[in-house]
């Protein structure tokens, strides 16, 4: 996964962005460096995975508390995207948005 991305989608606007990753939502150091400085932009981050099944937990590969990351529990990249666009409406607190990841 290119960081180049996440820092485009970050200069040109977005206030989320859902990471399509492998396994538990995991990326590549280079792109988690990325994520780490839009979200000291105030851009959401969503972890997801693409993989068929199975649920990105938050703190289990990737301290989300520390970094900032919201995680998308049981969605899959196309369902938290909807779900990210949705909660943006109301607000851009990660934590008020992971509770939203945890409900629904």
Same mark, same amino acid.
């Given at each position: 996964m290119s960081p180049d991305l996440i820092t485009a989608a970050a200069a040109n606007g977005a206030k989320g962005i859902v990471i399509a990753g492998v396994g538990d939502g995991n990326? +590549?150091?280079p792109a988690m460096e990325a994520v780490k400085q #839009?979200?000291?932009k105030g851009v959401v981050v969503v972890r997801s995975s693409r993989v068929n099944g199975g649920i990105v937990r938050r703190n289990i590969e990737v301290n989300d *508390?520390?970094?900032?990351? #919201?995680t998308s529990m049981e969605l899959n990249p196309g369902?938290?995207? #909807?779900?990210l666009q949705l909660a943006l409406v109301? +607000?851009?607190d990660p934590k008020k948005i992971? *509770?939203?990841?945890d409900r629904y």
């Open positions: 990326m +590549t150091a #839009v979200i000291a *508390d520390q970094i900032g990351t #919201v369902k938290a995207r #909807v779900l109301k +607000t851009s992971q *509770d939203y990841y």
